[in-house]
């Protein structure tokens, strides 16, 4: 399947300041790039959804000014935690679909990075 | 109603016995479905994908789909202690090329 590179996988971080993520789409490009956050026990939970050279579109109750969401290429978007706070701490995936495959393209998931503020 | 309902379990299965998952969804428009296995830590593996009703097998694995019962499951046979974790069930939002709609995964646990 495809490769979707997500970087770093762990991190830790001082409260208030920012963090910025990285995911990659290795072998394939990806139009649309999705952000998660999963708390622990719990379910996937889409925070955004970013598209190439333009806006992300956030799901309800997702600051935008918080989580910064940069799309800039085909295969590069990035999430940035801005002003990080402890109820931050979570696991953050983000996920790739290769379009030009149409609508049955399945859903490629980075590694994930575990975000934890202190 | 949730638009994909999973039972979250946990679903306690014998080694070598077959695990049977469900999951079913409210858009009668939905034309892809997927199965993902995640670890505890991990993020979403894809297991199996499925466009069409009918049984679609790869290895050990068997998704079915009933679009008209609105219902997609996965079957693994010879269940071993290494498929021990969530299994998500995620569908296409019909009209969107790229939503997918998740299910809040079913815990599944092989005991040796």
């Known amino acids: 399947g495809a490769v979707v590179s997500q970087h770093p996988s762990r991190v830790i971080c001082k409260s208030g300041t920012s963090v910025k993520i990285e995911c990659r789409s290795l072998d394939f490009q990806a139009t649309t790039m999705f952000w998660y956050r999963q708390f622990p026990k719990q379910s996937l939970m889409l925070m955004a959804t970013?598209?190439?050279?333009?806006?992300?579109?956030?799901e309800q109750g997702v600051e935008k000014d918080k989580f910064l969401i940069n799309h800039a290429s085909l295969t590069l978007s990035t999430l940035t935690v801005t002003s990080a706070h402890p109820e931050d701490s979570s696991f953050y995936i983000c996920?790739?679909?290769?379009?030009?495959?149409?609508?049955?393209?399945?859903?490629?998931f980075g590694q994930g990075t575990r975000l934890t503020v202190v | 109603q949730k638009e994909v309902e999973q039972n979250s379990g946990p679903l306690s299965v014998p080694e070598g016995a077959i695990a049977s998952l469900n999951c079913t969804y409210s858009d009668r428009g939905s034309q892809s479905f997927f199965w993902y296995r995640q670890y505890s830590g991990k993020s979403p593996e894809l297991i199996m994908s499925?466009?069409s009703n009918g049984d679609k097998e790869d290895g050990r694995f068997t998704a079915q789909l009933n679009k008209a019962s609105q219902y997609v499951s996965l079957l693994i046979r010879d269940s071993q202690p290494s498929d021990s974790a969530t299994y998500l069930c995620?569908?296409?939002?019909?009209?969107?090329?790229?939503?997918?709609?998740w299910g809040a995964g079913t815990k599944l646990i092989i005991k040796p």
């Open positions: 499925i466009y």
């Open positions: 970013s598209n190439e050279g333009s806006k992300a579109t956030y």
């Open positions: 996920s790739a679909r290769d379009l030009l495959s149409g609508g049955k393209a399945e859903a490629f």
């Open positions: 995620a569908v296409s939002r019909s009209g969107s090329n790229y939503q997918l709609i």
